[in-house]
């Protein structure tokens, strides 16, 4: 499925996003996907295809769903790593992590979507983006004061 047709099905819904190309029409694009919190803040989801699984994986493609929580720098404090882990053990599909070589901490989620765009059914993505932004606006705010 093309994230295009993602994209539009998405603004029907009311769903603020909007697709990015990456240099020519070979590279993959990405989507972003705006939600906001008055509470808790704007967050961003990015979504894009797992690159280079075609020739591993037949029948479906590995959609994830990234949100960028906090940028860290190379010292951040260690008890972040124990702290992510904790909030992790509590969720039913963690996705909390420390990157300190990317600099970041993020929220991850990887959905596999068939090939078959017959079998994909959108709603599914739909209830995903709602346990991410749940997830999400549950623990992020703790984790950037902690950070």
Do not use: W
């Not at 705006?34 to 994986?57: M, R």
């Not at 068939?114 to 079998?119: A, G, H, L, M, T």
């Amino acid at each position: 499925m093309k994230l295009e047709k993602l994209k539009d099905f998405l603004l029907e819904k009311n769903v603020h996003c909007k697709l990015h190309e990456q240099g020519d029409q070979n590279t993959l694009a990405y989507m972003e996907i705006f939600f906001e919190n008055k509470e808790k803040g704007d967050y961003v989801i990015e979504v894009a295809y797992i690159p280079d699984l075609e020739d591993e994986i037949e029948t479906f493609d590995l959609l994830q769903f990234v949100v960028p929580i906090r940028e860290i720098d190379k010292d951040y404090p260690k008890s972040i790593d124990l702290m992510l882990h904790n909030i992790n053990k509590a969720l039913l599909t963690p996705g909390f992590v420390c990157d300190p070589e990317a600099g970041l901490v993020y929220y991850r989620y990887v959905m596999p979507l068939s090939k078959d765009d017959s079998r994909v059914d959108l709603n599914e993505v739909l209830e995903i983006l709602d346990l991410v932004f749940f997830q999400v606006l549950q623990y992020a705010e703790t984790i950037r004061n902690t950070v």
